[in-house]
Every structure is written in C-alpha cells, then in structure tokens.
C-alpha cells in the first residue's frame, strides 16, 4: 500500500545518501524512481541530488509554483514508477504536500521525502510542518553533536564562524554555514545562557 513518508533530520546527517541509496535499490530490482529536488538549491549543480560523500544522481527539479501531483501523474504517464523520492522538502509549500498526500492516495505510488525538521532558529519549515501533520510514516535520520548527544537543532554561522541570531529563514549552505547541535548546545550557541 502506498504511504507518504517523511525522512527528516538535521543538517549534515545523511539524509541525501539515504534517499540515494534507497532509490539505487529499487533500480537494483528493476524498478523505475521518479526523483525530484528543490530548485533554489543548486550546491551540487541545477537539478542534482549530492550526497557529502560524492554520490550524486540528476533529478527533476520543483520551485514553490510547481504542481506537484501534476507532475507525478505526467511522469506515470511517460512509464511505470515504483515509488517518488523529493530531496529537501523542507521547500515545499502546504499545498504541495497536500498534492503529495493526494498522489499517494489516488495514483497509488509511495513518496518518500527527505528533509529539514527546524530551521537555525528552531522554527519549523512550512514544508516540514505540513509533512509532519500528513505523512503516514515519519522516520528520523540521525546525527550527533560534538559533545555525543543526538542533534536536533542547527545553528547558522558566518564566514568567521560566530553564530547568526536572525535573518531569513532560508540561506542555502552546507558545512560551511550550518552546524548541527543538540539542544542544550543550540540554547548555548543562541545566546540563552547569556541572558541570565
């Protein structure tokens, strides 16, 4: 039966290599994978999921206008698919993940998404939301802070390495930028422990 997925995680935990690796087994037995990727992030190139280790893979790419349940049924029209694999859905919007749930639920094809839970000021991304209150299954992808415990935040930080307190939500960066921490970490980093 087919479900929507959210595979959700922090920065730097893997998330890219899981879907890859996920998507490689099914071709492994045949089947076909239809794979799409945010648009404004063009890290690996325009269209390209990468993972941190060196694998990468071409995808469909998808911006804030796109309807996605759309494209999925025109991509089942081009051939069979066994299942949707969308690397940083933290970028959708509500209503795309709306038209996610409704793919699975009339054209019968899994869909698997892979993304951010909070931003660096532990805020939730509308995509993450919307994934959180629909998916069927939600399935933690994890990753540790310095000191060993499981991070769950991410902090931003400047050339310099000093932590960014404010800005826009989005700003596309890799291990350069963001840092994932654990909670107590991340309060740390914020600055909460100065004001007391």
Known sequence: M???????STMNAGKSTVLLQAAHNYRERGMECFLLTARLDTRAGEGRIASRIGISERAQTFSETCDLFHAIQNRL?????????????QFLTKQQVWQ???????????????GLRVDFQGELFPGSAALLALADEMREVRTICH????????VRQDENG???????QVQIGGNETYVSLCRY???????????K
């Open 162 to 168: 000093n932590i960014i307190r404010e800005g826009e």
């Open 100 to 114: 996610l749930a409704r793919a699975v639920d009339d054209l019968k094809v899994p869909v698997m998404c892979y």
């Open 147 to 154: 000191c060993g415990k499981k991070a769950t935040m991410v």
């Open 2 to 8: 087919a479900k929507l997925y959210f595979h959700y």
């Open 77 to 89: 029209n081009a051939g069979e698919i066994a299942c949707v694999f969308i690397d940083e859905s």
């Open 185 to 195: 970490h991340w309060r740390e980093a914020m600055g909460e422990f100065d004001e």
